[in-house]
């Protein structure tokens, strides 16, 4: 990914929404929400050292990107962090989403955020020439997230199962 490269910046929407490119200026706000989104995930509590390590490349276009849906020169109204990778049986890249997430005072039906945020990840992933790779793993609203993932995306390829999660963990 070159640096400074906004290519995969989209333009307004009815509600002029926008998604940009994040920068190291966006991270506290960017790490706030993903400790709100690991913890939302419910599985492990979340360790600010190793979000970091995913955060900080992305938000400088090494290996990775962070889309940034918000009114312009707005506050931030959710994002995506997506890291290139390997698959541990391959030496090809892949795109890796690493997570959606939408803060509660911004979510809504018809809000459109997820699925603006889910059509950059395409993009940037046709833009690489590279598979992009998505899991789901939540325990807020999950059959609603893969019902949203599923028309942006077609039927998953697969399934990931927890064993040995507490109660708390196993969301629908």
């Known amino acids: 990914m070159a640096k ?3 290519m995969l910046a989209s333009g307004d929407t009815s509600e002029g929404l926008i998604i940009r490119l994040g920068t190291p200026a966006d991270l506290d706000e960017v790490m ?13 509590d979340p360790d600010p050292v190793r979000l970091l390590q995913d955060v900080w490349p992305a938000l400088n276009q090494d ?9 312009q020169n707005g506050k931030a ?25 939408i803060p509660p005072e911004f979510r809504s039906a018809k809000g459109g955020r ?19 790779l998505i899991g789901v793993m939540s325990s807020v609203r999950t059959e609603a997230k893969v019902k949203m993932y599923e028309r942006q995306f ?12 507490t109660p708390l963990t196993r969301g629908s």
């Open 114 to 132: 997820a699925t603006r945020l889910c059509e950059f990840s395409k993009k940037a992933a046709e833009d690489l020439g590279i598979p992009l």
């Open 32 to 44: 706030k929400a993903a400790v709100a989104a690991v913890a939302e995930i419910g599985l492990v």
């Open 4 to 6: 400074g490269d906004n």
């Open 154 to 165: 077609g039927k998953p390829t697969g399934a990931v199962f927890l064993y040995n999660a």
């Open 77 to 101: 109204e959710g994002g995506v962090l997506l890291r290139v990778g390997k698959m541990w049986y391959s030496n090809q890249d892949v795109l890796e989403e690493r997570v959606i997430f």
């Open 63 to 71: 290996r990775g990107l962070v889309g940034i849906i918000c009114k």
